[in-house]
Nanobody
């Protein structure tokens, strides 16, 4: 059974930083890429960052987070990370990691199983 475990969320003031981590039970090499999704209350889940699984380590970001968020990975540990800087109240959401269909253009995967996510709350 596929397992994804996200961690690192918390409460932070606007302008602050957090680093999220995601541990996957499957090999990142076996995917087209991995991404960070988020879901704010009353909103649909959206893909905000993606990173390739190949040696290029290419990344892509949604407009709302570009320049503030950075995704990285450690394929040997099947871990991906999301460094979030200059956080804004509108970044408040539950953050999930999972596969993506494509990194560029950034395309969500067809996903049937999600981890529990990690809550990020940014106060103004």
């Amino acid at each position: 059974q596929v397992q994804l475990v996200e961690s690192g969320g918390g409460l932070v003031q606007a302008g602050g930083s957090l680093k999220l981590s995601c541990a996957s039970s499957f090999s990142i090499f076996e995917t087209n890429g991995m991404g960070w999704y988020r879901q704010a209350p009353g909103k649909r889940r959206e893909l905000v960052a993606a990173i390739t699984s190949d040696s290029s380590g290419g990344t892509n970001y949604g407009v709302s987070v570009k320049g503030r968020f950075t995704s990285s990975r450690d394929n040997t540990k099947n871990m991906i990370y999301l460094q979030m800087n200059s956080l804004k109240p509108e970044d408040t959401a539950v953050y999930y990691c999972n596969r993506v269909l494509r990194v560029a253009p950034m395309t969500p995967g067809t996903i049937t199983s999600w981890g529990q996510g990690t809550q990020v709350t940014v106060s103004s």
